[in-house]
């Protein structure tokens, strides 16, 4: 008997209903098994590697697949003569060629643009990902977190186990469209093929739903889960908690939660990335003879700046490695604080006096700004 008359499930030891992987996984063992190269000489394990070759390349293709269940080899040994099969040319081969099996040629060759895949029926769908909105503190971005949350979400029920079925009872093949999930109906030359309204394109039916989820294989409880957020994190950082979204139907994957975080604004510190910056106000006085001023870290310890003398207000200065963390890097970005020069608004009696002595005692030189503005202005409009 030749490889083309051997059933292709038979060849590679697998059930009709096998998917990709189990195939994948069972063509693997056996082509090791019959290599040529491990049977010098061997005739017999030749004829089954080639015919395990066959049948995978035929059963890997979803539309090869297709074709071969509804017309077993008939799909491939007579289309490319001019036969009658569902590849021929419509020729006097007799069997299929003729106008009332179009829809089955198209689907064939074109597959979903068609009809929607043909025999494979609708699988059942992965969970849908939630998304869980987290506000934190400018503090906890800094040192990072563990935390809870709790949500309410779709979970497998534990009655049913997720079947949707009541425990004892499972699912029947559908009757209308014999576990196909589709059925057809001819319109003139053509077929057309939509999901089965018994079953939804499912293939099967519940006839005794479970109670405590309706049939749906899943229920919707509150849940606690543990979020560790870490050093580093800025709005928009996300993070995926994987199987923690809703419940797939009837026992599929689940989905996942994803957490956008969001940094609350702080009373001191501003943030761009890594860089923290900030506005601190020193007085006249220290800013013309300089002096230190001391800045409170978020690890807990003090920064010491020094201010030159002079310093002008809108001056940046820059505190290296004073910053916000590397999200799961290492380091620490700056810290950036822009001076302002603030000018006393009440004076003592003493206080004026010093000052208008101070100011009997200018020559201009000791602003050279102020100076250079009226220059410029003498220049520009004369005298």
């Known amino acids: 008997m030749s490889s083309a008359q051997i059933d ?12 990709r992987a189990v195939l994948k996984s069972a063509y693997r063992k056996l082509a090791m098994k019959y290599h040529p190269d491990r049977n010098p000489g061997d005739a017999s394990c030749e004829a089954k590697f080639k015919a395990i070759n066959e049948a995978y390349d035929c059963l890997k293709d979803p539309q090869k697949r297709a074709a071969y269940d509804r017309f077993g080899h008939e799909a491939f ?17 007799g069997g299929r060629g003729d106008f009332a099996d179009i829809g089955d040629i198209f689907e064939t060759i074109f597959g979903s643009a068609f009809g929607g895949g043909g025999t ?25 977190k563990t935390t809870e949350v709790e949500i309410e979400v779709s979970q497998s029920c534990d009655t049913c186990d997720g079947s949707g079925a009541t425990p004892g009872t499972s699912e029947r093949t559908c009757n209308l469209c014999n576990g196909m999930g589709s059925v057809r109906a001819k319109q003139g030359l053509f077929v057309i093929e939509r999901p089965c309204p018994t079953c939804n ?13 309706r049939g749906e294989g899943r229920v919707d409880l509150p ?47 501003e943030r761009e990335g890594t860089t923290l910056m900030t506005r601190v106000p020193v007085s006249f006085t220290t800013a013309a003879l300089g002096g230190c001023v001391e800045i409170p870290d978020l690890d807990g310890s ?12 809108g001056k940046q200065l820059r505190i290296r490695g004073a910053g916000m963390p590397v999200l799961q890097g290492r380091g620490r970005g700056d810290l950036v604080v822009e001076i302002m020069v603030e000018t006393p608004t009440k004076l003592s009696r003493r206080q004026k006096e010093l000052l208008e002595e101070f100011r009997e005692t200018e020559t201009g030189d000791e602003c050279p700004e102020t100076r250079g503005f009226f220059d410029k202005l003498k220049d520009v409009f004369g005298g």
Do not use: W
């Not at 394109?201 to 989820?213: A, K, L, T």
């Not at 003090?302 to 207000?313: K, Y």
């Open 8 to 19: 292709y499930y038979q060849t590679l030891e697998v059930s009709r209903d096998a998917d």
């Open 77 to 93: 040994t007579q289309g490319m003569n001019g036969g009658g099969g569902p590849f021929g040319g419509g020729g006097s081969g």
């Open 120 to 144: 494979q029926r609708q699988q059942n769908r992965r969970g849908a990902d939630l998304r869980y909105d987290m506000q934190v503190t400018l503090e906890e971005a800094f040192h990072g």
């Open 201 to 213: 394109g499912r293939g099967s039916v519940i006839e005794n739903p479970c109670r405590e989820c």
């Open 223 to 269: 849940q606690a889960l543990k979020v560790d957020i870490p050093a580093g994190v800025d709005t928009g950082t996300r993070i995926r908690l994987s199987g923690k979204g809703e419940a797939g139907q009837r026992g599929a994957p689940a989905g996942d939660l994803y957490i956008f975080l969001h940094v609350q604004q702080h009373r001191v510190f």
């Open 302 to 313: 003090t920064n010491r700046l020094e201010i030159p003398v002079g310093i002008q207000s």
